[in-house]
């Protein structure tokens, strides 16, 4: 689907939608082997959801308590996703466009983002979306950030799937969106290449 004001053959310089992969030398310890779904990007900045890195310390069950929401019989077996460094008591709703509401904002046509209580809510109750992904916090980039991050060696992209973004198999989600763009991590150089 092409955006407005995007011609036949370009393509749009914005991340929304796709994955971003730390690169092996990701000087930032809080995003070493990341994979984060972009759920937007713009001139004005990005921000994005880390997909592969659970809490331990923290349950659903735990959640919807601290929350004050009731739960009628076994709530499911979620795991609670670190979202990033920005806002980390802050919990968002990564999931599949089968369920929106109001406050929802849909990133494309499989993948929406919602954080209201409504959608935990639902989760709780066996009505919420066919699948999806909980996480406290984000990762934020201010104008142009991003960009420069990319440019300097620090992330690579790659086309989203919804098995990378809602799969269960957090461990090895690095090494398979590396794989889906054809890269061997141990070829790639931890520095900037200069000409």
Request: charged residues 20%; proline residues 5%.
């Amino acid at each position: 689907m092409l955006n407005i004001g995007q011609s036949l053959g370009e393509q749009s310089p914005y991340l929304a939608g796709q994955l971003l992969i730390a690169m092996p030398g990701m000087a930032d310890p809080r995003f070493e082997k990341s994979v984060i779904y972009m759920c937007a990007h713009n001139a004005e900045g990005a921000m994005g959801l880390v997909v592969n890195r659970a809490m331990e310390e923290l349950t659903f069950p735990d959640m919807l308590e601290q929350l004050g929401i009731d739960v009628t019989g076994d709530s499911p077996a979620i795991n609670i996703h670190f979202g990033g460094p920005v806002e980390s008591g802050r919990g968002f709703v990564l999931h599949s466009s089968d369920y929106l509401q109001a406050a929802t904002m849909v990133v494309d046509d499989d993948v929406a983002l919602t954080a209201t209580l409504d959608i935990l809510k639902a989760i709780a109750g066996g009505s919420g979306p066919m699948q999806r992904l909980l996480a406290l916090g984000y990762a934020g980039w201010g104008p142009g950030q991003l960009d420069g991050e990319i440019m300097s060696n620090g992330w690579l992209s790659v086309p989203a799937d919804l098995d990378l973004v809602f799969g269960a198999d957090l461990d090895h989600k690095w090494d398979r969106a590396m794989d889906k763009i054809g890269i061997d991590p141990r070829m790639l150089s931890e520095e900037a290449g200069h000409a």
